[in-house]
């Protein structure tokens, strides 16, 4: 591992470490901590899929294309989900 990858995966470290951090401080709700950790799930899944596959793999050129489709889902449901009436009552009490 060189150091650029070493840099890279510090940084990817240090954006799950705040996610989970501000989740917990900002009391934020499921739906956005969920989103913004499949967003952060499909991030780190761009950066490096294509170290884990070998240069044969059919799933190489995909790689990219499906971490983007990972990304928008979890910025959708960061921003659209909202837990139902059911689980805030429950919260609530």
């Not at 951090?21 to 739906?31: K, L």
């Amino acid at each position: 591992m060189d150091w650029v990858s070493l840099l890279v995966s510090g940084l990817f470290a240090f954006a799950w470490l705040i996610t989970f951090y501000q989740s917990r401080a900002e009391n934020w709700t499921v739906g956005r901590t969920v989103g913004w950790l499949v967003f952060l799930g499909g991030a780190t899944i761009g950066a490096f899929y294509d170290e884990f596959l070998s240069a044969e793999s059919g799933l190489l050129s995909w790689s990219e294309p499906i971490a983007a489709v990972i990304m928008f889902i979890g910025v959708g449901i960061a921003w659209l989900w909202t837990p139902s009436e059911d689980n805030q009552s429950t919260e609530q009490r």
